[in-house]
């Protein structure tokens, strides 16, 4: 979705806005996302489903399903001899402002909940922009953008108690208007109809940049309305050019957005964010980015007249090369890798012609650049020539980007293939400062914090602010024919953190268990009543590196609910909260808490509270059956279905 300028909004006395969405991808059958956590997801539902098994991204595909993965661009498909994993524009994973992009009320900047096959792919992590302590490169601006309207208008507050429009002659009148009325957004459309707004993005994901909806490429390629919605291109023009506003004045159904007052525009290269990755993105595409041709140079010394192409900005590790890492100051676009090289045009006039990289500083060469708020990157020498991606015309297959050359051009007019968003990286998120390591004397210990040896030569540590056993000489080989008793007191659980022991002849047991060998999946364990005691014995024979075994909280298990609700609701019952503890054929369910007559993975913290999974009552987690069921305690059978309550649904 293109991006377009906006006062920045002003949280803790900072400027921020939350801008994670990282462009649209192709899909399939295979899934280029394998984590699945059903429909009729938001922008933020989604995150939160994604942050609490710390995947580092999710995407939104078919208006709602919600997909997690830590890589994503596996997927490519072909085009005219090219193969690209990205599916182009972003308004390939756009709905059009449809009912559910409008009920969404996430902070993003961008509402895009994917299409068939497409998945719109944001970080995890919400991406937070700020403005740069330096002013190197800051400006203000008026224009916003270019934004969808309808019949409903985005912008329809009454500015003299009767209307809400008024035709005007120029941008100029508009902008006069909504200065003294108090507003500080405006809008023109179709040359003379001017609306007034007190909020820049009222519905924002009803009314999304133009160009970030299929509607507008439809009618691109439609020759009757080859510039149909184009903000710059409606052919009735503002009667008078505008001195204080650019004289942009919008199209049908398509609003020019200003603001009253001149203030700081996004993106821009005086945004920076820990998350930023130094790339130079096409703003309607924003999978691609500004990229040398012929990538990194295998002996790390750049040369002279490398050209400038648009490229896929990720590769399938998760890295952007350096050869697509730009740092953007001092007016010059300096190759981060090696700030001596710099974009340039190498023709100091006005001509058409590939942008290549040479040495900052080059005589007789264009290099020294204006980012402006209409997102276009022009030169300072001229204010005709600019940043355009070439052969892009009005027939293009619009998700067929792959190596299109970058052209300065004669006469740029912030046309969609003139669109840049500079992504600029920022400090990084301060770590925190890591705990003291404990003083001498924390291990080697014959008691401490209730713990005691009561027998043998194991020891105690103080481990994470918690006591631990170890076996003697721990982590080195345990002593042979050997026997230890440990007592603990105050102690409601423990967890074996490490364990190696000769199997069947080296046991250790507590709260009733006993444990040899290498076991895997050791969780913590709660000690019955009477249960304080660890004893270790170990035969004559093999040592091994022993074990250790800590103090810890108790495994939380929700409370039974208080009320039982037997209505059968949500998609396939998965929001029934009653409590029926028998299958459709009478057997008794397992504790959800219990691993014992069957093992499973169903208690992973976010899905105990979010399904319900209390004592051993029947649910559906991940809706994985068509109505609610439970483990059962018969070993015969593991899972089966319960029947409850009333037919709900949704």
Known sequence: MVMKGTRAQKVDGIHVIQDSFVGCFWDDGHRDMKRYFGNFHSVEKCRKRALEERWKYFGLQYDGQCRAANTYGHRPRSAHGKRSASAGCDAQCSKNGNWREEKDKTAERQILHGTGWRNAIYRTQPTIWTIKKSKNMFANG??????????????????????????????????????KWDKPYFAMQVGHECRLGSKLFPKKGKYPPRYATTDFFYRVWDSRYHNYYDCKRCTRK??????????????????????TNPSPYYPAAYWDAPAGDSTIRFAFARAYCLNIEGGVPKDGKWKAGGKIILWECVNKRDQVDSNMKFDVEDGYMKLRDDTTWCITKKTPRDTNEQLTLQK??????????????????????????????????????????????????????GYWNEL???????????????????????????????????????????????????????????????????????????????????????????????????????????LPKGSDKIEWTSDFYLGSSGWKICKEKPPTVPETPKKCDEILKGHKDRDYRGCVTR?????????????????????????????GLYGNMCRNPDSRLKTIWCYTTDPKMKKEECYAGDPGGF
């Not at 404990?438 to 291990?443: A, D, E, L, S």
Request: a positive charge; one cysteine or more.
């Open 142 to 179: 008026s224009y916003v953008g270019c934004y969808k309207d309808d019949s409903n208008r985005q912008y329809d507050s009454y500015f003299d108690g009767k209307k809400t429009w008024k035709s005007v002659k120029s941008v100029d009148e508009c902008g006069a208007l909504a200065a």
């Open 238 to 259: 503002p009667s008078e050019t505008s001195k204080n506003y650019p004289n942009i004045g919008g199209n049908h159904w398509s609003n020019a957005v200003y603001s």
């Open 360 to 413: 900052c500083g080059s005589k007789e060469m264009w290099q020294k650049i204006t980012t402006n708020d209409d997102l276009t990157i022009r030169f300072a020498a001229s204010k005709k020539s600019g940043f355009n991606v070439w052969g892009l015309g009005r027939y293009f297959n619009y998700w067929n980007l792959q190596r299109r050359a970058v052209y300065s051009y004669t006469k740029v007019s």
């Open 420 to 526: 840049f968003a500079v992504q600029s990286a920022g400090p990084p998120t301060p770590k925190p400062t890591p705990a003291p390591t404990p003083p001498p004397g924390h291990k080697g210990l014959a008691k401490a914090m209730g713990w005691k040896i009561e027998e043998g030569k194991c020891t105690i540590e103080i481990w994470g602010g918690a006591p631990c056993a170890v076996s003697p000489n721990y982590p080195g080989i345990y002593t042979t024919d050997e026997k230890c008793v440990v007592s603990m007191a105050r102690t409601k659980a423990v967890k074996v953190v490490d364990f190696a022991t000769e199997k069947y002849f080296d046991v250790l047991k507590f709260a009733g268990k006993t444990i040899s060998g290498t076991p895997t999946g050791l969780v913590t364990t709660k």
């Open 583 to 611: 299958t459709k054929t009478g057997r008794k369910c397992q504790k959800w808490e219990a691993q014992t007559p069957h093992k499973h993975s169903d208690m992973s913290g976010w899905k105990v509270k979010y399904y």
